[in-house]
Nanobody
Framework: VQLQASGGGLVQAGGSLRLSCAAS????????MGWFRQAPGKERDFVAV?????????YYADSVKGRFTISRDNAKNTVYLQMNNLEPEDTAVYYC???????????????????WGQGTLVTVSS
């Protein structure tokens, strides 16, 4: 499975961006898809995940809950991250990730995802 993330950029605090991650080479509808982010000098942190089963249930990090929305379009093999009311603390490289056998309890663990995209930089100015 290959993942290609896009949509990053520079935005002012309070603004919005939508990230996209296009998948190829696998059965997209059976992949759980996640977004993680890594700020300079920090670890890679969980942002959001959407499962392929259970009606595509979603989970979010507390820091983005209510501001970010993850969604997927199985017809386009693409997962999205709509980011609203962005804050300078959201500045990071954002990575999409995928896994075909993600356990319910592992959705926030980066090392449980098998496939990763190259990352897209989001910079939020104050």
């Amino acid at each position: 499975v290959q993942l290609q993330a896009s949509g990053g950029g520079l935005v002012q605090a309070g603004g919005s961006l939508r990230l996209s991650c296009a998948a190829s080479g696998g059965t997209f509808r059976r992949l759980s898809m996640g977004w993680f982010r890594q700020a300079p000098g920090k670890e890679r942190d969980f942002v959001a995940v959407i499962r392929w089963w259970s009606g595509g249930s979603t989970y979010y990090a507390d820091s983005v809950k209510g501001r970010f929305t993850i969604s997927r379009d199985n017809a386009k093999n693409t997962v999205y991250l709509q980011m609203n009311n962005l804050e300078p603390e959201d500045t990071a490289v954002y990575y999409c990730a995928a896994d075909a056998s993600l356990d319910f309890s592992d959705y926030s663990l980066a090392h449980k995802f098998e496939y990763w995209g190259q990352g897209t930089l989001v910079t939020v100015s104050s």
